[in-house]
Nanobody, 117 residues
Framework: QVQVAESGGGSVQAGGSLRLSCTVSGASSSFSWASIGWFRQAPGKQREFVGNINGGGDTVLANSLKDRFTISRDNARNTATLSMNSLKSSDTAVYYC?????????WGQGTQVTVSS
């Protein structure tokens, strides 16, 4: 059974940095070629795409975030990391990690990021 779990959320002041981790279990044989995605949902808003990284390590980030956010992965540990810098209050949201493989998307439970100004 595939399980996706985010960690690393918390509270930070504007201008600060956070690293979110995504750990996948139950998919060791396919993790290296699966895509890992990040989404976020702010209070009262729709969930939005943050970025993703494919099996080859190529990343795509939302245009509004590409100057501050990066995504990396460690296939040996079945993990991916969302690094966020110069955080703004508008980055406050629940952040979700997804694993995409064979046409299916698996979601984590989300981790809260709160940025105070």
């Amino acid at each position: 059974q595939v399980q996706v779990a985010e960690s690393g959320g918390g509270s930070v002041q504007a201008g600060g940095s956070l690293r979110l981790s995504c750990t996948v279990s139950g998919a060791s044989s396919s993790f290296s070629w699966a895509s890992i995605g990040w989404f976020r949902q702010a209070p009262g808003k729709q969930r939005e795409f943050v970025g993703n990284i494919n099996g080859g390590g190529d990343t795509v980030l939302a245009n509004s975030l590409k100057d501050r956010f990066t995504i990396s992965r460690d296939n040996a540990r079945n993990t991916a990391t969302l690094s966020m810098n110069s955080l703004k209050s508008s980055d406050t949201a629940v952040y979700y990690c997804t694993l995409e493989r064979l046409g299916s998307r698996y979601w984590g439970q989300g981790t809260q990021v709160t940025v105070s100004s």
